[in-house]
């Protein structure tokens, strides 16, 4: 499958199939991260649900804490 | 007197935006590199005042991107929030400066807060649980903040209005562990400017009661990513910070002394629950007569023993160098300081 992460075209492995299992590839925690797909916010409680498909546009923010 | 006419030239700001900022208190916590670029920024804009708040003093690996401090800085171990505030008077003298050389706690916070009622808060700081207590702040009186952070090549930024937009702790379902904060991943300097372009543009909007963006905006500086994310979705009914059921739960006070690991530094800081500076003098002349090397400035002084050097502020805090380990430093500080 492939999607646009982030502005880039990503091949994606087969098995990942939800947006909990892309924060896992990616190894973002989940709690600390915000997901849009195509321009739709993913509520948290959804990740392990959320499908992906292929071409979807994704955008993945992570928090960090440093200054 | 033409000193903001490049400012006012912007039409959104003018002259009329140029006499609000004059009349705006900004509170900027932290004086590392998001802080010093910030409170740089909004006194060179006219800012009528600014706090400024950091418990750190400057040392020779800050030079890199901490844009207010000098070599002389590092040389003399100033606190940060005092050396910002001299180059900052120098750079703006109608600017007023209140430097606050103390850590950020929620006691502190809601203090300094309650008292002078700043227009916004600009986080500047290194870690969450501050940003817990500044998020939970800033619902109770009402401030706006805006959170800035960065790593790397990555930064991003947001801001926060209370009954407006979503809070931080609707965003973050937890606190992020070490990992993520740890400045052991490095940064680059470009990447700092990039998220205090941000905080203060935001900063100006509220200073000349202009619409802020309501976007989480996020980048990579060396890899060329920009994106906005519309979060008000994220608004949680529940939320224990901005709900009607809020209980503001970092505000809850803690009457201990306190150990932390200050990350990527190999330095433990302690907090002692009551100490001040009476306490200070009586410790500098007691560690003087054990025949301790002690070597001190206005604001602080400090020690080697071994491999580890202890710096005491006259507020009390403690800083440790040379340990990650909370036990170790436990044990030193009640062996040189307890
Ligand atoms: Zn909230």
Known sequence: ??????????????????????????????????????????????YEHAAIADGDRIEIVHFVGGG | MDRYSRQQLFAPIGERGQQHIREKHVLVIGAGALGAANAESLVRAGIGKITIIDRDYVEWSNLQRQQLYTEEDATNRLPKAIAAAMHLRAINRDVVVEPIVADADARLLEHVVARERPHVIIDSTDNFDVRMIINDVSQKYDVPWIYGACVGSYGLSYVIVPNETPCLRCLLEEVPLGNATCDTAGIISPVVHMVVAHQTAEALKICVHAQVNRKLVSFDIWHGQYRMIDVHKLKKDDCPSCSERRTYPALQYENETKFAVLCGRE???????????????????????????????????????HRHRFVVFSDGRVLIHGTNDVQEAKRLYYQYLG
């Not at chain 1, 990942?16 to 509520?43: D, G, P, S, W, Y």
């Not at chain 2, 330095?267 to 301790?292: D, N």
Request: net charge positive.
């Open chain 2, 267 to 305: 330095t433990v800081q302690i907090r002692p629950a009551h100490r001040g500076e009476q306490e200070w003098t009586t410790l500098l002349s007691f560690l003087t007569k054990r025949g301790i090397q002690v070597e001190q400035n206005d604001y602080l002084f400090s020690f080697t023993i």
């Open chain 1, 1 to 46: 499958m492939r999607c646009v992460i982030n502005g880039e075209m990503i091949d994606l492995p087969a098995h990942i199939r939800t947006v909990a299992q892309l924060l896992q590839h990616f190894r973002i925690h989940e709690k600390i991260a915000i997901v849009e797909i195509n321009a739709n916010i993913i509520m948290k409680e959804k």
